[in-house]
């Protein structure tokens, strides 16, 4: 059963909350990094996966996404405040993600 994700991206700095859907969030990173790279040069390079839903349906994953779009960059903040609330990269490579679970980390925010 494919899985649907919606997702809320930023750069390094935050300065930007880009709102989106995919199927497939490996994939769809490497094309935003790509497309940025390419097309871009001078844009904010968006990396950091600061929030992320799955849903099991199409129709619902769409719908929360136009919701999330139509927040103010403050009603943003607080969602990913709610599940991520030092704003850490939720897409870190699979050995990271492990040395983290074995390691204690301090987060200064």
């Known amino acids: 059963m494919t899985s649907h994700i919606v997702y809320i991206i930023t750069d390094?700095?935050?300065a930007y909350l880009e709102v989106g859907y995919c199927t497939d969030m490996p994939a769809r990173l490497q094309e935003i990094?790509?497309?940025s790279s390419v097309l871009f040069d001078g844009s904010?390079?968006?990396s950091n996966v600061v929030y992320m839903e799955i849903f099991q349906s199409k129709e619902k994953a769409?719908?929360?996404r136009d919701t999330i779009r139509h927040?103010?960059?403050m009603q943003r903040e607080k969602l990913i405040r709610l599940k991520n609330p030092n704003w850490l990269n939720l897409n870190v490579s699979s050995s990271y993600r492990k040395r983290l679970n074995n390691e204690k980390v301090v987060v200064y925010a």
């Open 33 to 35: 990094h790509h497309t």
């Open 71 to 73: 927040f103010t960059r």
């Open 12 to 14: 390094s700095n935050r």
């Open 44 to 46: 904010p390079k968006l």
């Open 62 to 64: 769409l719908s929360y």
